[in-house]
Every structure is written in structure tokens, then in C-alpha cells.
């Protein structure tokens, strides 16, 4: 049976969360401290046992976050949290628990949802399909090219609430600009974020040249490198010299020398490419798949889309785990939106063949320049025509862990 936590379990969770995920007591922490409570939490019950109290299989956790798609802001769920107890694996308890997580967010209106995976081949199954990528290159040696009479006007300042609401309106405004997708970001966002790097032992830091506000990462250290994320750099001009001030600090500050950086993809033509400058050596940029997304409903996605042209059709979509999704959908798009309606009666020609709704969320999620839709079997060449219109929802940046 699946039930909604209310706040009677949390002790059980907790301890469930520990046998699963064996976080450091901290990080544990500020999540059933900061998080826990503001999201819903999806619980496996076994109702027949021989313990006074209903034997928790599974959970699942749905984290609600704000997100920007397009430039408007859009209430979604993050999946995490999705853990099983060992004794009752592979008897569908997470099945289960997504199923009805699909459910629900539907019902409240959701067009998809998203998760990071531990295994993307636990979630494939389910027809999540990775649609952003993270950038993550390590250097090493840093300490070679800095120099004892460094000057810089760059200031690296702690968390201050009385600029966080100037600084989360200029962080979207530039994100608008580059990405289809990305988490709205507010001061209450920034606060939680400061504190979870706090329970990690990493810091958020705010950066300010000449006084103006420039950009944020977060460093902290992990196995062999120290490591900088959650980077923000607006000016695209100032990126690089952004990326050698952030590491001329943490240098300064930790005498490291060996870091590895973890961006967003619209990074991607700063980085330096792999070989030894001046005695640094930079290792070759990774891009690793990070977030998978799920449609939920198909009519409410039609909002997101525009296209390059005028087109129109019949499209079967196929859905191996939930059903409320399957049948023919007639498409209306142009330059301006698109719409997309479910036929219910009398069931017409599907002109443009079929897609399942995995090679479809791999299709809308990613980048169509890397999609070959002549080889999804099921569309004919109408159906190839009418999606290559489309324009998909990348780039995308969610960086968020929880």
C-alpha cells in the first residue's frame, strides 16, 4: 500500500534514509532538517505483518522546486530519495511507489518530473530519459601559476541576506537568456544552499568585482581534488578569467593544487582543452549525462514547445508502465506554440506512426541535432517531419542534489 507521510514515520525514514544512502550524520541532517516536511514523502507499506506497527518497504521522496522553462515559472517535483530495504528488492515496491508518484503529479497538474539517478538502468524501465548533462574537468598543479604579488580586484564574500534578492533576479534574467530549463533561483534557495554546503564541510561563496556582483561557486573537498561547483558567472566575456580568480582564491586559501570543476554545459567553449600550460595540467573535459526526465502529460508539455514552421498531424504514443499516458494525439504547431490533444473518440489515423514515450522524452529533453528520428521505427516520414520542427527544451541546468 502506498501512503503520503504526515509527519508519523519521520524517525523510520531517517533511519531507512541511513541504511540506503549512509550519509554523513550532517548532510543527514540538514535534509530532515531543512527539507524534510516541506516536500511529500511516498512510503510502501506492508499492512499484514506480525509487528504491531505497518512494515515500511520503500519510500520515495518528492522535493518541489520552481522551475524557469522558457522564461516561465513552472511548480515541479524532484525525485529523490527513491530507496527500497534490502529484503523486499525486486518485488516491484518502487514500481509501485513511481506509479503512484506519476499519479499524483499528474493530477496536480504536472507536465513531467525529474530525478538524478544513482543507475540510469534502474529508471529506463519507467521511460526516464537523461536530457542534461554536467561538464567536469580536473587540473592539477594550479599552484604553478600563481604568483606571490597576485592583485586582484575581486572580492570572495560569504552568504549575505540583504543582497540575496538583487542577486537571485540578475542569476535568472541571465539564465533566462541561455538555458530552456533551469531552477528558478530565490533567497530563500540561496540560504538553503549555503547551508547544505555547510553540512558537506564545503563554502558557498559570492564573488564581486569592483564592487558589482560577478558570479557564486561552492568548494569543498572530496577524495584527491578539491572541488568547485554550483558555478555562476553571467558575463559570458569573464568566464575564463572568472574560472582562474575562483581558483587562484581556493588556492590561496586551501594550497590544494589539484581541484576538479563541475559546470553546466554552456561552459563547455571556456574550458581549456586538455595539455599542460605553464606548468598546469588540465585533464580532458568529461560530459556525463546527469538528470533523467519523465513525461506525465503530454497535452500540458504542448505549452513549452514552439517550432520553426507550420505543420500538423496524428501521433500514437506507446507507454510500457503508464497507461493514463498511451493513445493518439493530434499536434497543431507553428512558430508561435503548439498544441497537442489526445483524440478519445473515433480514434483517427495516426498519419505520423508511433513513438514511445521514452524516444519521445529523449527527443523534446535533448538536442535534435544528435537525434536521428529516421531511426525510431515506428514514425513515418510525416512523424519524422512534424517532431523535427519542434524546438527541444535544451540546454538545461538543474545542479540541485536534493
Known sequence: MISLEEGRYKEEVYAMWQRNFHDPVPYADFYFEEVYGKNKVLLNIQEESEADEPIMMGMLHLNPYTLRIKGDSVPAHYIVGVATDEEYRRQGVMRELLIDSFQRLKKNGEAF???????????????????????????????????????????????????LSEISHIENEKKDNTFAIHTKITPEYLDRLEKETCSDFGKLL??????????????????????????????????????????NYCEQEYHYGKYQLILD?????????????????????????????????????????????????????????????????????????????????????????????????????????????????????KGCELLSEIHPLNLNCIQEIV
Open 113 to 163: 518530473t525529474y530525478l538524478m539517478p544513482a543507475d540510469e538502468n534502474y529508471y529506463l524501465p519507467f521511460d526516464f530519459r537523461f536530457g542534461s548533462c554536467q561538464l567536469e574537468q580536473e587540473i592539477e598543479c594550479f599552484s604553478n601559476a600563481i604568483s606571490e604579488n597576485h592583485e586582484t580586484n575581486y572580492v570572495f564574500q560569504t552568504i549575505e541576506k540583504g543582497n
Open 265 to 381: 554545459e554552456s561552459w563547455l567553449d571556456v574550458l581549456k582543452k586538455t595539455g599542460n600550460y605553464r606548468g598546469i595540467r588540465v585533464l580532458p573535459v568529461r560530459k556525463r549525462p546527469i538528470i533523467m526526465f519523465r513525461i506525465l502529460n503530454l497535452e500540458a508539455m504542448g505549452n513549452y514547445f514552439t517550432a520553426s514552421g507550420e505543420n500538423h498531424g496524428f501521433l500514437r504514443i506507446t507507454d510500457q508502465c503508464f497507461e493514463e499516458l498511451e493513445g493518439i494525439y493530434e499536434w497543431n504547431i507553428s512558430e508561435e506554440k503548439c498544441t497537442i490533444h489526445k483524440c478519445e473518440d473515433g480514434q483517427p489515423d495516426p498519419d505520423c506512426g508511433e513513438i514511445s514515450i521514452g524516444d519521445l522524452t529523449a527527443f523534446l529533453f535533448g538536442n535534435k541535432k544528435n537525434e536521428t528520428l529516421n531511426e525510431i521505427s515506428g514514425l513515418t516520414q
Open 206 to 247: 559570492f564573488v564581486y568585482r569592483d564592487g558589482v556582483y560577478t558570479g557564486r561557486f561552492v568548494v569543498g573537498a572530496e577524495n584527491d581534488y578539491m572541488v568547485v561547483s554550483q558555478v555562476f558567472c553571467g558575463a559570458k566575456e569573464m568566464r575564463e578569467e572568472f574560472l582562474f580568480q575562483v581558483l
